[in-house]
């Protein structure tokens, strides 16, 4: 069969697919130096496209996984990208077409993909308790190998996980060596079973809960405090009945509130608060830190529909509205559900990270994508979340930027003191850039960038890996007292 992909706009310019696992040893500097000390791996993942679409469409987070891989080692940065050749890789190989059709729904499949499990494998990667994971929600990880990022086996840890699938966004506590992670719709597409966990320094289940969601939703990421868990609902929903008659697996509900789920980090089903507000969504959040008898959550938020490309049951389609960086405050001293919500700042921005080590803790640093323009172009800013103040990088160049990944300098460095390591995409010249910016000082411009010759199509998240974290399996890093 001929394999020709469709024409349409997500496949256009930077967009087409590449569909190439690339090995290079030894990047190309182009200016500046990377700083000693630097030592590591930065593991990524995005989506790229095996074969054309059976249904000749795409959305932008459909897609079969590609992972990607940094290591820095005393200056000589190597890079590698590989397949994720899970289930669905494997047996469209064999195929060599497409056997997946709607995104998530599996009643537009081709009937040769039977038994084959649909996870993609292309949203995240993970390092805990000395193993390297590839992460999609709608599935349970894949092992990879951290030197080579060749796929090994799909994971339950040793049946001890029963949910059908997990986040894509789990939560890595470095100071603990705990792993905090969930699944939605649980029990398989459409159910309203919630799971969450907590994996301890050895990898093993330590903590387990079950609770039910206000609807099949999605929840694409959630947020922990040292004391608490937080689990946003917004209104896209799944309808079993609905895929049957071939709808997008997700719709989106705006006559639905937004609920959020705050219980304790060690809590039961019967610990949980919920509180209701304004229909709004948001994929990922940057922090929750609890102060008292209060819970702030601080997030991408949009005042409507994030994934405008989900329509509403009777079909209509929402108009864009850009995220903005907002605190939710969750009082559990108060007798109502309601919550206060407020901007943290006014520009928009997106792909939150904090300085990883600061998750869950009281903060001052976020890390976003921001000053994102018409003509494709954007870049990275650094917002103070205590007084809004934002300041970023304005390269002034035809240049797009994957979400950022904080460093710290030293393991014991103060919060926010390190380096912002960024993919850019140069869009005039069709290939892409790594850089490393001092997170302390963004507007300066990048302390070095080094040349890929070739095209990193799109990551979504990714970890950074210490180099001696890689090699006990375990983070020796701390927190100001
Ligand atoms: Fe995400």
Redesign the pocket.
């Known amino acids: 069969m001929d394999i020709q992909f469709p024409n349409i706009p997500l496949y256009q310019g930077w967009g087409k697919p590449l569909r190439t696992e690339s090995t290079v040893d030894g990047l190309e500097l182009i200016e500046g130096k990377v700083p000693e000390g630097l030592n590591g791996t930065w593991y990524r993942a995005g989506p790229d496209r095996q074969f054309p679409p059976m249904t000749g469409e795409d959305i932008f987070i459909d897609g079969e996984g590609m992972m990607h891989m940094f290591r820095f080692d005393d200056g000589h940065v190597s890079y590698r990208s590989r397949w994720a050749r899970n289930a669905r890789f494997l047996a469209q190989e064999k195929a060599r077409r497409s056997l997946f059709g709607r995104y998530r729904n599996r009643h537009t499949d081709d009937p040769e993909s039977a038994g084959v499990h649909g996870g993609t494998a292309n949203?995240?990667m993970l390092f805990h308790a000395g193993k390297l994971t590839v992460l999609k929600e709608d599935d349970l990880p894949y092992e990879v190998d951290p030197d080579t990022l060749e796929t090994g086996p799909r994971t339950d840890f040793g049946g001890k996980v029963t949910s059908t699938s997990l986040s894509?966004?789990p939560k890595l506590d470095l100071i603990r060596n705990e792993l905090l992670t969930f699944s939605f719709q649980a029990k398989g597409d459409g159910t309203t079973d919630m799971a969450f966990y907590i994996f301890g320094p050895d990898g093993e289940v330590a903590h387990e809960m079950w609770f039910t969601a206000p609807w099949a939703g999605v929840v694409?990421?959630f947020a922990i405090t040292e004391s608490h868990i937080v689990v946003p609902f917004f209104p896209l929903v799944t309808t079993p009945d609905a895929l049957k008659q071939g709808s997008s697996f997700y719709e989106w509900h705006d006559d639905k509130q937004t609920h959020v789920a705050v219980f304790p980090r060690r809590g039961t089903a019967e610990d949980i608060r919920w509180f209701k507000g304004p229909t709004t969504s948001a994929?990922?959040m940057l922090n929750a830190v609890t102060d008292g008898t209060k819970v702030h959550l601080d997030l991408c938020l949009y005042a409507g529909n994030c994934f405008p490309f989900f329509k509403t049951p009777d079909g209509r389609t929402s108009d864009p509205v850009p995220p903005i960086l907002s605190r939710m405050t969750f009082d559990l001293a108060r007798n109502d559900d309601s919550f206060e919500t407020r901007p943290i700042t006014g520009r928009p921005g997106e792909?939150p990270r904090t300085d990883d080590r600061y998750q869950g803790r009281p903060y001052r640093w976020g890390y976003l994508i921001m000053a994102r323009a018409n003509d494709g172009t954007s870049s990275v800013g650094r917002v103070d979340v205590t007084s809004g103040a934002v300041e970023s990088w304005e390269h002034g160049q035809k240049i797009s930027v994957h979400e950022p990944q904080f460093v710290p300098r030293a393991p014991d460095s103060p919060e926010g003191v390190g380096w912002l390591l960024v993919i850019l995409n140069r869009l005039d010249q069709g290939h892409s850039e790594l850089a490393v910016l001092d997170a302390e000082r963004l507007a300066d411009g990048p302390v070095a960038r080094l040349h890929l010759p070739v095209r990193v199509r799109s990551t979504?998240?990714g970890s950074w890996v210490p180099e001696d974290a890689l090699r006990t399996g375990r983070y020796d890093m701390k927190v100001a007292a």
Do not use: L, Q, V
């Open positions: 949203t995240n894509a966004h694409h990421d994929g990922h792909m979504f998240h």
